[in-house]
């Protein structure tokens, strides 16, 4: 006797409505995935090394590792990207526990901007942080430091720090623990990043994208349709039913709004990214009694 369900693919037809719901009409049930899988599959990461991160509340970014699951040695979580008939295709997940949250932070408990999308503005006032470094480990660091003592710290300020280097680097704090994301998983898997991907309520950013494509040294890609959860699930249902017929006709379906191209020295990404490091030492210092 089957004590637990049986393993299906993320595309193909498990079953139908009930005809009352919808009109008299069954219409299959044909796509399985989770959260963070169906936007990577949405954003067309269907080759090794591709990647994307969403910005919403909280960062969360998957890289796809081909037909290997990679086992972290960096505090990385192994999944599975998803399974098309007997293909299975895995990745790696690392999270971010605060991105839009540290944002919303500014906005709500500071007050220092009126809505989100002003974070933009106020950061591009400035040339950069004049050594200001933001951790918004409000709730512990996640991923590759799982900290969850740490809190959050603002580390450099002078007597010529203002609002516009809090906000901006706040925002760059999104990107720096993106790169600490992106270390781990080159330092686990050895692939070397294609290009990143970007989605959520924080991809309309521009000084966001341009900045992580500096600090990444990569090509940030961001779709017109930023909700891409709900196109990966429609994407998987739709090639079990022959509504697509291959990958090559959700590559033409998926529309790009915008690239962004690193304009950023090495020397300077590497020393900005080197005072992030010593400022997540520091925070994570401050936990140690």
């Given at each position: 006797?089957?004590?637990?369900?049986?393993?299906?693919?993320?595309?193909?037809?498990?079953?139908?409505?009930?005809?009352?719901?919808?009109?008299?009409?069954?219409?299959?049930?044909?796509?399985?995935?989770?959260?963070?899988?169906?936007?990577?599959?949405?954003?067309?990461?269907?080759?090794?090394?591709?990647?994307?991160?969403?910005?919403?509340?909280?960062?969360?970014?998957?890289?796809?590792?081909?037909?290997?699951?990679?086992?972290?040695?960096?505090?990385?979580?192994?999944?599975?990207?998803?399974?098309?008939?007997?293909?299975?295709?895995?990745?790696?997940?690392?999270?971010?526990?605060?991105?839009?949250?540290?944002?919303?932070?500014?906005?709500?408990?500071?007050?220092?901007?009126?809505?989100?999308?002003?974070?933009?503005?106020?950061?591009?006032?400035?040339?950069?942080?004049?050594?200001?470094?933001?951790?918004?480990?409000?709730?512990?660091?996640?991923?590759?430091y799982w900290n969850p003592e740490a809190r959050g710290t603002l580390v450099g300020l002078t007597r010529g720090?203002?609002?516009?280097?809090?906000?901006?680097?706040?925002?760059?704090?999104?990107?720096?623990?993106?790169?600490?994301?992106?270390?781990?998983?080159?330092?686990?898997?050895?692939?070397?990043?294609?290009?990143?991907?970007?989605?959520?309520?924080?991809?309309?950013?521009?000084?966001?994208?341009?900045?992580?494509?500096?600090?990444?040294?990569?090509?940030?890609?961001?779709?017109?349709?930023?909700?891409?959860?709900?196109?990966?699930?429609?994407?998987?249902?739709?090639?079990?039913?022959?509504?697509?017929?291959?990958?090559?006709?959700?590559?033409?379906?998926?529309?790009?709004?915008?690239?962004?191209?690193?304009?950023?020295?090495?020397?300077?990404?590497d020393k900005l990214y080197s005072g992030w490091k010593r400022a997540v030492h520091?925070?994570?210092?401050?936990?140690?009694?």
């Amino acid at each position: 006797e089957k004590m637990l369900p049986e393993v299906c693919s993320s595309s193909e037809v498990y079953g139908t409505t009930a005809p009352r719901l919808f009109g008299g009409e069954e219409i299959p049930i044909a796509g399985i995935a989770g959260d963070q899988q169906a936007a990577t599959f949405a954003q067309g990461c269907y080759e090794k090394g591709m990647t994307k991160i969403t910005y919403g509340t909280g960062g969360f970014m998957v890289m796809n590792t081909g037909k290997e699951a990679v086992t972290s040695q960096n505090g990385l979580l192994t999944t599975i990207a998803w399974g098309i008939k007997d293909n299975v295709t895995y990745a790696l997940e690392g999270s971010i526990f605060n991105a839009g949250s540290s944002v919303k932070w500014l906005r709500d408990n500071l007050g220092l901007i009126d809505e989100a999308m002003d974070s933009e503005y106020f950061a591009r006032k400035i040339e950069n942080t004049d050594g200001v470094y933001m951790v918004p480990a409000f709730t512990g660091l996640g991923a590759p430091y799982w900290n969850p003592e740490a809190r959050g710290t603002l580390v450099g300020l002078t007597r010529g720090t203002n609002k516009n280097h809090i906000i901006r680097a706040t925002l760059e704090s999104l990107v720096y623990q993106t790169q600490d994301l992106i270390t781990a998983m080159l330092d686990d898997s050895g692939i070397e990043l294609r290009e990143m991907r970007v989605d959520g309520g924080a991809a309309v950013n521009n000084f966001l994208l341009q900045f992580l494509a500096d600090i990444t040294g990569t090509r940030v890609e961001r779709p017109e349709d930023i909700e891409t959860t709900v196109a990966g699930s429609a994407y998987l249902a739709g090639l079990a039913v022959g509504y697509w017929n291959n990958m090559d006709d959700l590559m033409k379906a998926r529309k790009v709004d915008r690239q962004f191209k690193t304009k950023m020295s090495i020397e300077k990404r590497d020393k900005l990214y080197s005072g992030w490091k010593r400022a997540v030492h520091a925070t994570i210092a401050w936990t140690q009694t």
